[in-house]
């Protein structure tokens, strides 16, 4: 038995029939392509399967696909704008806070979702942000300043935005 | 603060070698381009699912696969008896006493761990393979099952193998025991400790997985998989799958991590193969997080005692070492080695020792094969010599510091006792710098103002050596290696002028990509965007042995080194010929041969490759084109060296233990991309630092797994690692052209006995000698608490 569900993945709407049983994860990577957010524990320890749904940064290893029919997904895919690096990804390239990378597309979900809550984390509050993501390469250090790196580039822009008399 | 990166566009070529230039293989795994095992879809795939034992002992009665077979959607489901192949898993180091027991990659008549495999699903789809799994009925007759390796070499234990008498896999030793046991009776002090290496899980954050495709009309198979040496798994598999060598392709797309788990050679992937031959389909498996915990090759798990002698004026005279080491059920492909040759060989330290004796006995036990696991028998050296030198410097009541200093080998090269040469080494460097940095007169005194408050702090000093590079191939073999240690290269001009690098290393996330083509750029003197590199694929790089063992810069990068230089030699042959002088008339500069004495009559390297394919006016009988392959073979192994200190506070009232700093001063020799041996630093001090206050597999006396899960087992989160403050030094390596040692596991074996120093340190007051890792928080409570009530009176 199947359910056809909607969903929105980076602004493209697919329809699609799962199992009631189907994991996000498993839809968005064996259905629809998306082998961005990888699966790393299936029990939402590790953090590598993390998206943003309607926003929030959730472990997509653990939601059921027909739960969240309807909803607009946000993957790693869904990050950089026109080949241009969002400023998260060109953080994590400029202080090398990836190695093997397989955490990494959770990394950047969970940290965008911190800098929209606390544009101007302190190095402790970003470490227990991401005290659902798990990395075994980087012991956390250049992650750390990745997102330090990323905040700064998100509060310039945001300046910037609104001396252009465009920010809200 | 770290190492600036920079954008390759911004560094002048001349200083392309030695630049902490942006990894080029980040775009692609920041924007979910990658390409693991996983994500790869074929069409007509199917997908397999393995049933494993849940019985970590016992006989096996039957097997009824009836029920799984008849489910819609299942394609095949077989067991041992089904299989028409050798299928037993090889042994690739052997020790003169070693007992080789059968490997099967499916139990047929007895299960020896928990997760050993039992039966093969191959289904149309994911969920469906593991639906079938399920229905597959075993009939156990259980046994009893032993853990520990003590345990397993007590005359009472469960015998895992027929042919392994009292479950002793080997017995081995190295360094001379009659003086050793003379420099003992002689000496004025001994200093003695029992402590255990606990078993560690690896935990990659992706799992293994294998996606297999089969062309019968040619007789072609090309697994995909988590590999960190391809040509390794396809030579073993060719012989447990009875596939001929040269029609196997074996290649590893992006790979999340390995730390030595993704080395061996495992059941897994072999059946994977198996199942794409049976089927004529392409099939994938991924194995879920709860199979890495039960197959996944642990490491460690050595039950030591040690005892080094010292004499009054601080010199050390000797070391005696006593390790039981756990196997696990069966031999893993490098197991053998790990607790004999990386780690009796590294017992000198970075110390000036007169004697050293040390004896391994090899255990099989009810877990899984246990083999290398990021430091492999280095780490378990270092926390052994690192943790006595601590204690000798208590027992005389010198400064930890000092007296390692007082002990350090100072000329180089160093032959020890334990039977290899240190290739180059300045020891008090690290350690210099890292008193500066810790501040440690001011240490001194505010731990001793915090005692008087009730405050417990300590520091804890490593002064760790590894080896990295195992070489030469014939040393290697000598010793019991079933491989050749080499590596080789390609390098391959185009006929435009750009290059590509092929080499027989297989990165993982140590940006090879991005280091490889900078000593390329460097050797031919063109552009770094000019070099591409590739690895990984048997069917592009005929031969190589992977990444492991911190070998890939020394070994690998060599390899490179030495092909470019046959091209550059070639290529000035050329352009003497075309410039109209002799060969040793044309000098070479940043790509530019130019003649002597008349620099601007040149030829660039690149417009000589364009004309050795144009091929119209080369040396006569001069082949055309332009590449090169080099197998090189290291002289010696490379020793690097550093001192890490940690600096914790501890209460003893809860155990609890707060990092107060973390400072880790490396010589890796040259560094080729600063930015990314100061990543590798971070991260191998995490996994030490991991081993040291969290991490260990364990087990129930059923042999059933305790910490099957991240809930049980801890993998360290971003709050329980501290921040680190780096440093290094730079002793190149005489034994190999870029000078260079390896940095891959530095961290891992340096951290545990920095962290496991302070903590003993801090509670010194208490007497606390040692506690075995990991150091929880109740384990610490206890060694406090229990030493407080004997210095008391011993009244319980």
Redesign the interface.
């Known amino acids: 038995m199947t359910h056809d569900i909607t969903l929105t993945v980076n602004g493209t709407e697919h329809e699609l029939s799962v199992?009631p049983?189907?994991l996000l994860i498993?839809a968005l990577?064996?259905e629809m392509?998306?082998?961005?957010?990888?699966?790393?524990?299936?029990?939402s320890?590790?953090g590598?399967c993390t998206v943003h749904l309607d926003g929030d940064a959730v472990k997509s290893c653990t939601l059921l696909a027909v739960q969240v029919d309807g909803a607009e997904v946000t993957?790693?895919?869904g990050?950089?704008d026109d080949g241009e690096?969002h400023p998260i990804?060109q953080g994590?390239?400029?202080?090398?806070g990836?190695?093997?990378?397989?955490?990494?597309?959770g990394m950047?979900m969970t940290s965008l979702q911190l800098l929209e809550e606390n544009p101007d984390p302190s190095?402790a509050e970003?470490?227990?942000a991401?005290?659902g993501?798990?990395?075994?390469?980087?012991?956390?250090?250049?992650?750390?300043?990745a997102v330090e790196n990323a905040a700064e580039t998100m509060r310039s822009q945001k300046q910037e935005l609104a001396a252009d008399g465009g920010g809200d | 603060m770290?190492v600036e990166?920079k954008d390759a566009a911004e560094v002048d070529a001349a200083d392309i070698l030695g630049s902490a230039i942006?990894?080029r293989?980040?775009?692609?795994?920041?924007?979910?381009?990658?390409?693991?095992t996983?994500?790869i879809?074929l069409p007509r795939m199917c997908h397999v699912a393995i049933k494993r034992s849940r019985h970590a002992h016992a006989a096996i009665e039957g097997i009824d696969t009836s029920a799984a077979e008849e489910m819609d959607g299942v394609v095949d489901v077989f067991t041992a008896e089904d299989l028409d192949v050798p299928g037993k898993l090889p042994v690739g180091w052997l020790l003169d006493t070693l007992k080789q027991v059968d490997h099967p990659i499916l139990a047929s008549e007895r299960v020896r761990y928990q997760g050993d495999a039992l039966a093969v699903v191959v289904a149309e789809e994911?969920?469906l393979a593991h639906d079938a799994v399920g229905r597959i009925e075993v009939d156990y007759d259980i046994l009893d099952a032993v853990t520990d390796p003590a345990d397993a070499l007590a005359d009472d234990a469960p015998a895992l193998h027929d042919d392994a008498a009292g479950n002793v896999a080997f017995d081995w030793e190295i360094g001379d025991r009659e003086a050793t046991d003379a420099a003992f009776e002689d000496a004025d002090h001994v200093v003695g400790l029992d402590l255990e290496n606990q078993l560690l899980i690896p935990?990659?954050?992706?799992?293994r997985a294998a996606v297999a495709e089969y062309n019968p009309s040619e007789n072609e198979l090309a697994v995909h998989m988590t590999t960190q040496n391809p040509h390794l798994h396809r030579l073993l598999m060719s012989g447990v799958i009875d596939h001929p060598e040269h029609k196997l392709r074996v290649r590893a797309p992006?790979?999340?991590?390995g730390?030595g788990s993704k080395i061996h050679h495992y059941a897994d992937e072999a059946l994977v193969a198996i199942a794409a031959k049976r089927v004529e389909r392409p099939v994938k498996w991924?194995a879920?997080?709860t199979e890495t915990y039960l197959t996944d090759a642990q490491g460690r798990g050595h039950q030591t005692h040690a005892e080094i002698a010292v004499d009054d004026d601080g010199t050390i005279q000797g070391l005696r070492v006593d390790t039981k080491a756990n196997l696990g059920a069966y031999l893993s492909t490098f197991a053998p080695s790990v607790p004999t040759y990386l780690y009796g060989t590294l017992l000198s330290g970075q110390y000036d020792i007169p004697t050293i004796h040390c004896a391994v006995e090899g255990a099989f036990t009810n877990v899984p094969p246990v083999d290398a696991y990021r430091g492999a028998g280095r780490p378990e050296a270092s926390f052994v010599v690192e943790r006595l030198v601590t204690l000798a410097a208590r027992e005389l009541g010198e400064d930890p510091a000092e007296f390692r200093r007082q002990n350090f080998v100072r000329e180089f090269p160093h032959e020890t006792p334990v039977a290899v040469v240190y290739d180059s080494g300045d020891y008090e460097k690290p350690l210099d710098r890292a008193l500066e940095m810790l501040d440690y007169e001011e240490f001194r005194e505010r731990q001793a103002e915090a005692r008087e408050e009730g405050r417990y702090l300590g520091v804890g000093f490593s002064a760790y050596i590894e080896a990295c590079g195992l070489a030469p191939s014939e040393l290697a073999g000598q010793l019991g290696a079933q491989a050749g240690l080499w590596e080789s290269s390609l390098v391959r001009f185009h006929p435009s002028g750009t290059v590509t690098a092929y080499v027989g290393t297989s990165g993982?996330?140590?940006?090879h990509q991005t280091t490889f083509a900078q000593i390329v750029a460097n050797e031919l003197g063109i552009d770094y965007d000019d070099v591409e590199v590739v690895e990984g694929d048997t069917d592009e790089i005929p031969q190589g042995m992977g990444t492991y063992g911190s070998r890939s810069a020394a070994v690998g990068g060599s390899a490179l080194v030495k092909s470019s230089e046959k091209l550059v030699e070639k290529s000035r042959e050329i352009a003497a010929h075309q410039l109209e002088v002799a060969s040793e008339d044309v000098e070479f500069e940043r790509g530019e041969f130019s003649v002597t004495g008349a620099p601007d009559r040149s030829i660039h390297i690149q417009a000589v490759a364009q004309q050795s394919y144009l091929a119209h006016d080369l040396p006569e009988g001069m082949e055309p084109g332009l590449e090169a392959t080099s197998f090189y073979d290291p002289e010696n192994f490379v020793f690097p060296f550093g001192v890490h200190a940690a600096v914790v506070e501890v209460d003893p009232a809860s155990g609890e233990i707060d990092f107060e700093r973390y400072v880790a001063v490396d010589d890796v020799g040259n560094q080729i991309n600063p930015?990314?041996v100061?990543?590798?630093i971070?991260?191998?001090?995490?996994?030490g630092v991991g081993q040291a206050l969290y991490e260990g597999a364990e087990y129930e006396s059923n042999g059933q797994l305790l910490t099957g899960?991240?809930?049980d087992y801890t993998?360290p989160?971003?709050?329980q690692?501290p921040?680190?403050e780096t440093d290094s030094t730079v002793t190149p390596s005489p034994v190999n052209p870029l000078g260079v040692k390896g940095v891959g596991e530095a961290?891992t074996i340096a951290a545990p006995q920095a962290v496991v120093n302070a903590v003993c340190d801090a509670l010194e007051p208490f007497d606390v000698d040692h506690i075995d890792m990991p150091l929880k928080a109740e384990t610490v409570w206890r060694a406090t608490s229990e030493t407080t009530v004997a210095t008391d009176g011993g009244e319980e």
Do not use: W
């Open positions: 199992e049983r189907t498993h990577r064996d392509g998306y082998t961005g957010p990888n699966v790393g524990c299936e029990s320890m590790c590598a993957t790693v895919e990050l950089a690096f990804q994590f390239q400029e202080e090398h990836l190695q093997c990378g397989y955490c990494t597309p950047m190095e970003i470490r227990e991401l005290e993501n798990l990395c075994r390469c980087t012991g956390y250090q250049n992650i750390v300043r | 770290g990166s942006e990894r293989e980040d775009p692609a795994l920041l924007t979910g381009d990658a390409e693991y996983d994500d879809q994911r969920y935990n990659a954050m992706e799992p992006d790979v999340g991590g730390f991924q879920t997080r993982h996330g140590q940006g930015k990314i100061e990543g590798q971070h991260g191998g001090v995490a996994q899960s991240m809930q993998v989160k971003a709050v690692i921040s680190m961290g």
